[in-house]
């Protein structure tokens, strides 16, 4: 590959302002900069993103959470995204996120998608403030009132796991989904239990795939005998199926009628979707682990998903979100954005403005902040009755106490350390 002309053409190292406004923008507000803040009042590391502008009173805030590898995020942020974009006109929303895609020729993957997504909703948040509308105004106004949310029902046991859900159920929520403990170190979404799965095994904590196999229909027979057919039941495989047994475990649990059945394939094995989906009595959710617009798209055109499960601010924000939703709409896939506690309530923000203005919305995925999280973010949204109500303050009308933000220092993650355990019977890694 030749060189690029910056780095080789002296009249163009001689351009002072190379980074600078390539067409006249309609007044002088600029962008004077960008920075992070990182905070974890509920020991989650949240990041996001603030961006300053010569207006003193004009700030935007983005999500650009990336919880196992935040560090990372903000060096990207503060070190080469800044730089790009200082000086120039917050309104050219989709030209500056090219710029900092492309600039970096490498493209895509969480780390630079993320902050990528800081800026992008940083900036929607700017230019719903400019025009006094929510950011869903902007969009194109309300399809729906609000967004219906699931939240996450587990327990050691089937018996705990359901008098969690049944907990849930009276608060409001009218889909719930179902974690329950396995034996040894692999479990997901639920308590870890501490006993031997298997004496005699070389990893004797190891993950059982035909343990898993059998006990979780059970805990579905259970569920819809005490929670009833009103309640709407969803579960998350985290990825560890063969496409064989992934199908396996859809035909085991058609009698329980599932909402959807959530990342039953590793990322490596998406291009098994379609026939995976295609056997499956359940509908299939799939996208958390997309890192990319062009990933996720994929999913949507090849016919391999009916719910789509993006981390928005992984695949670059609302910008390309926002069409994902419209490809969504016109494949008949519905959305199901990822809003857990690792989601940052900015984020979260952003997943509502998507939801009520898209024909597409299917479900959202919900989480109960602590008080601190909102002391940090005034103006967080709240579930009410399963229900997620967009503000109706100029731009995404939550804010970032900077103050109340350093209260709460962040740490590395500790998912490092528990995917370095879950392993098989014989040691070997599996898809945490």
Same mark, same amino acid.
């Given at each position: 590959m030749s060189e690029s002309p910056r780095d080789t053409d002296p009249q163009v190292l001689a351009v002072d302002d190379v980074f600078g406004q390539p067409w006249e923008a309609p007044d002088d507000l600029r962008i004077t900069g960008v920075s992070t803040v990182v905070t974890a009042p509920e020991g989650i590391p949240l990041v996001v993103v603030k961006v300053t502008t010569s207006d003193p009173g004009l700030v935007g805030w983005g999500?650009?959470?990336?919880?196992?590898?935040?560090?990372?995020?903000?060096?990207?942020?503060?070190?080469?995204?800044?730089?790009?974009?200082?000086?120039?006109?917050?309104?050219?929303?989709?030209?500056?996120?090219?710029?900092?895609?492309?600039?970096?020729?490498?493209?895509?993957?969480?780390?630079?998608?993320?902050?990528?997504? =800081?800026?992008?909703? %940083?900036?929607? !948040?700017?230019?719903?403030?400019?025009? *006094? #509308?929510? @950011?869903? $105004?902007? +969009?194109? =106004?309300?399809?729906? %009132?609000?967004? !219906?949310?699931?939240?996450?029902?587990? *327990? #050691?046991? @089937?018996? $705990?796991? +359901?008098?969690?859900?049944?907990?849930?159920?009276?608060?409001?929520?009218?889909?719930?989904?179902?974690?329950?403990?396995?034996?040894?170190?692999?479990?997901?979404?639920?308590p870890q239990l501490d006993g031997v799965t298997d004496v005699h095994a070389p990893y004797p904590h190891g993950w059982r795939v035909g343990e898993y196999l059998t006990a979780t229909p059970k805990l579905f027979a259970a569920a819809r005998e005490r929670l009833g057919d009103e309640i709407e039941l969803l579960h998350d495989v985290h990825s560890r199926l063969s496409p064989k047994q992934a199908v396996v475990l859809a035909r085991a649990l058609e009698p329980y009628r599932l909402f959807f059945l959530e990342d039953v394939l590793a990322p490596e094995h998406w291009d098994r979707l379609p026939e995976v989906r295609a056997a499956s009595p359940v509908p299939l959710a799939v996208g958390e682990l997309a890192t990319s617009l062009s990933d996720a798209a994929r999913l949507v055109l090849a016919g391999g998903v009916d719910y789509l499960?993006?981390?928005?601010?992984?695949?670059?924000?609302?910008?390309?979100?926002?069409?994902?939703?419209?490809?969504?709409?016109?494949?008949?896939?519905?959305?199901?954005?990822?809003?857990?506690?690792?989601?940052?309530?900015?984020?979260?923000?952003?997943?509502?403005?998507?939801?009520?203005?898209?024909?597409?919305?299917?479900?959202?995925?919900?989480?109960?902040?602590?008080?601190?999280?909102?002391?940090?973010?005034?103006?967080?949204?709240?579930?009410?009755?399963?229900?997620?109500?967009?503000?109706?303050?100029?731009?995404?009308?939550?804010?970032?106490?900077?103050?109340?933000?350093?209260?709460f220092p962040a740490e590395l993650s500790g998912h490092d350390a528990w995917a370095a355990r879950v392993r098989g019977l014989d040691g070997g890694l599996l898809a945490p």
């Open positions: 999500c650009a959470t990336f919880t196992q590898r935040w560090r990372a995020v903000v060096t990207y942020v503060e070190e080469h995204l800044a730089r790009l974009v200082v000086g120039r006109y917050p309104g050219d929303i989709e030209d500056l996120v090219r710029l900092v895609r492309f600039s970096g020729y490498w493209r895509e993957g969480p780390v630079g998608n993320n902050a990528v997504s =800081g800026l992008d909703q %940083a900036l929607w !948040d700017i230019a719903g403030k400019r025009a *006094g #509308r929510p @950011v869903h $105004e902007l +969009l194109g =106004g309300r399809v729906r %009132a609000a967004a !219906d949310t699931y939240l996450h029902a587990s *327990g #050691r046991t @089937v018996e $705990e796991c +359901l008098d969690h859900a049944e907990e849930l159920v009276a608060r409001g929520q009218r889909h719930v989904r179902l974690q329950v403990s396995q034996p040894g170190w692999g479990t997901y979404g639920s499960r993006c981390h928005v601010s992984d695949i670059g924000g609302l910008t390309p979100a926002r069409k994902l939703a419209a490809a969504a709409e016109l494949t008949g896939v519905r959305t199901a954005w990822h809003g857990p506690g690792d989601t940052s309530p900015i984020g979260v923000a952003a997943n509502v403005a998507l939801d009520v203005s898209s024909p597409a919305f299917g479900i959202q995925e919900g989480h109960v902040y602590a008080e601190a999280v909102h002391e940090v973010f005034p103006g967080a949204l709240r579930i009410e009755d399963g229900w997620l109500r967009p503000n109706q303050a100029p731009g995404w009308g939550v804010e970032v106490d900077e103050a109340a933000a350093a209260r």
